[in-house]
């Protein structure tokens, strides 16, 4: 590369949790640059979390990292033409992108169930995929059983 790289944006915690990871899910669930409406929408969905989960005895913040957690991939296939064909090759993922994709499923899933408010929708995918289910968690199950169908052809990710 001819130039260095570019520095991290070092994001702010958010002011009820501290905590950066709401910051960065509310960045992104943030729609036209209204991130007041985003965080309220995200605080929203969190007491709906507690009032759905109070028998666990966790807070909705833990149960929406464990629910992050659930979704996150290991690994993901990328498509490379090698000789006329092209093949998925499996690839590990580095922490921030799988911090990334996790966000960005979680939301779009969330967007993309029926529901009343977009706070209710995501309360309602956050409690899916602390259980291990949803439309999320399985997105992710789908890539790793992908990523395992192709191990074959992981020797092909160092050409």
Do not use: C
């Not at 439309?135 to 092909?156: G, I, S």
């Amino acid at each position: 590369m001819r130039k260095a790289k570019p520095k991290k944006r070092v994001i702010l915690p958010d002011p009820v949790y501290g905590d950066s990871l709401v910051t960065r899910f509310v960045n992104d669930m943030m729609v036209d640059g209204k991130k007041s409406i985003a965080f309220k929408i995200f605080y929203s969905a969190m007491d709906i979390v507690g009032k759905k989960t109070a028998d666990t005895g966790k807070t909705p913040t833990e149960v929406w990292k464990k629910a992050m957690e659930n979704i996150t991939p290991d690994v993901e296939v990328k498509s490379k033409r090698i000789g006329g064909a092209t093949f998925q090759v499996p690839q590990e993922i580095r922490p921030s992108r799988k911090e990334s994709i996790g966000v960005k499923n979680l939301i779009k899933y969330a967007r993309l169930r029926s529901g009343h408010s977009m706070a209710e929708k995501l309360a309602a995918e956050i409690v899916a995929a602390y259980n291990e289910e949803g439309a999320a968690f399985k997105k992710k199950e789908d890539t790793h059983r992908m990523a395992e169908a192709n191990k074959a052809y992981a020797n092909f990710s160092r050409m």
